[in-house]
């Protein structure tokens, strides 16, 4: 393989992988407005929600 080409397989690769790693942190977030918009739902304390969900009282608010 030559430089060039070796170094556009490594970006390439590296792009994938930035790529995957924002979609998983994407994923996360995601699950934790859901679960906080459920506890909401349900009635449970705002200062709960944010102990089990690590977001803010205004974020949860806004759900």
């Not at 970006?11 to 459920?38: F, P, T, V």
């Amino acid at each position: 393989m030559t430089n060039i080409a070796y170094e556009k397989e490594s970006s390439y690769l590296e792009g994938k992988d930035d790529g995957i790693k924002q979609g998983i942190e994407q994923g996360i977030e995601q699950n934790k407005r859901e679960m906080a918009k459920s506890l909401k739902e349900q009635g449970f304390p705002i200062s709960a929600i944010e102990k089990a969900s690590g977001l803010s009282e205004e974020e949860i608010k806004s759900l």
